[in-house]
């Protein structure tokens, strides 16, 4: 395997072939960090020809989704397991790359809860692969906004939001460690068949130690309107990075508007004004034709608010954005900002970003810009 070069992958999976003998199962261990606070992860490590025959060979027919560095095949093992098989490109097999695939292992292979995937497996030979559970639903952004399917009614908008909301609740507060996702949109929330969401693609995430208060980050990667302002202008990431992300979705799922539309315009910046305005009916899903629940909306759309501020300052936590949406009580005075960070918030969102000229995922540095000149 000459693709693989660091040092720190070659450790990783050092011990494959003695825990392969240990383990009639071909099932492969990873000890965590720190054993006594969490169960031990555990996935299967499959072999190249186990992924080769399920994917048909790697059959362009079969790829379901493509990113920055990856393509997405299903597949079906031989037991009869649907499977997604992630795949890192070849044009991406640089040293960079392979510490991501790195860090996605160290992040997804350890958590555990309903709304977020599991991983199930990965594969080094003949490149680097990551299995998953296949989603035969899709995500809640190709169900969305699919005009050949009928739109999604109210109940089911509900359950994919609190679920979404619960599943990012868990990565920033019930793992071990912290887990900043940093691309949370609608196409990287998988449906299960009855329709419960589960958070996807950890390709960006970053773990954030308990005596850090955020990450610094360069270059910048993301998708443009779903970025929150402190992250693309300064590169700073912390859960509000996520809170944002997730308020952007939450507006996506109540209009059944795109994150960034025809004209460039954002969806956080069209909601904006409205919002500001409390004319919320304006931003239900036409297609709904008035089917839904008014105190709900009323809670998702209050939460949404709050999420979008320009200020991380003045934007909630995943508990506080919980308390809002499930059921409880809404405290706006608890959320009154003082005038001048009014004022600010206003000004900032009279701006028309550099993010409204795209809709695709990027990744910006310095040396890119260079490059590109």
């Not at 992860?41 to 020809?49: A, I, N, Q």
């Not at 949370?184 to 009855?194: E, F, Q, R, V, W």
């Not at 954002?266 to 919002?275: E, G, R």
Request: hydrophobic share 35%; with cysteine.
């Amino acid at each position: 395997m000459r693709y693989i070069r660091t040092n720190s992958f070659k450790r990783l999976f050092s011990f494959k072939k003695r825990s392969l003998e240990e383990e009639k199962d071909n099932t492969l261990k990873i000890l965590p960090y720190e054993e006594q606070h969490f169960q031990k992860p555990t996935w299967k490590c499959f072999s190249y020809e186990e992924l080769f025959d399920a994917t048909n060979g790697f059959n362009s027919e079969n790829i379901v989704g493509k990113g920055g560095y990856a393509e997405v095949y299903k597949g079906i093992l031989k037991n009869g397991e649907e499977i997604a098989v992630k795949r890192l490109t070849r044009t991406s097999r640089d040293e960079r790359k392979e510490k991501e695939f790195l860090t996605e292992i160290g992040t997804i292979g350890h958590v555990r809860h309903t709304n977020v995937l599991s991983l199930l497996g990965c594969c080094i030979d003949n490149g680097l692969y990551f299995v998953f559970e296949l989603s035969t639903t899709g995500s809640v952004s190709s169900i969305l906004h699919d005009e050949k399917l009928a739109p999604l009614d109210w109940k089911t908008r509900c359950k994919i939001v609190l679920g979404t909301a619960r599943g990012l609740h868990y990565l920033h507060k019930g793992c071990k460690r912290r887990i900043i996702h940093r691309d949370i949109k609608a196409s990287n929330i998988l449906l299960t068949k009855d329709f419960e969401p589960q958070i996807s693609d950890f390709g960006l995430a970053k773990w954030l130690p308990s005596q850090w208060t955020h990450h610094s980050i360069a270059p910048i990667e993301g998708t443009f309107g779903h970025l929150a302002p402190e992250y693309y202008l300064h590169g700073v990431v912390d859960e509000k990075t996520d809170v944002f992300a997730f308020g952007v979705f939450l507006l996506e799922v109540i209009s059944g508007r795109k994150p960034v539309d025809g004209s460039h315009q954002s969806l956080h910046s069209w909601a904006k004004p409205i919002l500001n305005k409390e004319e919320i009916e304006e931003l239900v899903d036409a297609r709904l034709e008035g089917s839904y629940d008014v105190k709900q909306l009323k809670r998702f759309a209050f939460a949404a608010s709050l999420c979008i501020r320009a200020s991380s300052t003045w934007r909630p936590n995943m508990s506080e954005v919980m308390e809002i949406i499930e059921e409880g009580e809404i405290d706006k005075e608890k959320w009154k900002m003082p005038e001048e960070e009014e004022e600010q918030e206003d000004e900032f969102w009279g701006f028309e970003d550099l993010e409204y000229e795209y809709d695709t995922s990027f990744s910006m540095s310095l040396i890119d810009s260079v490059e590109s000149i």
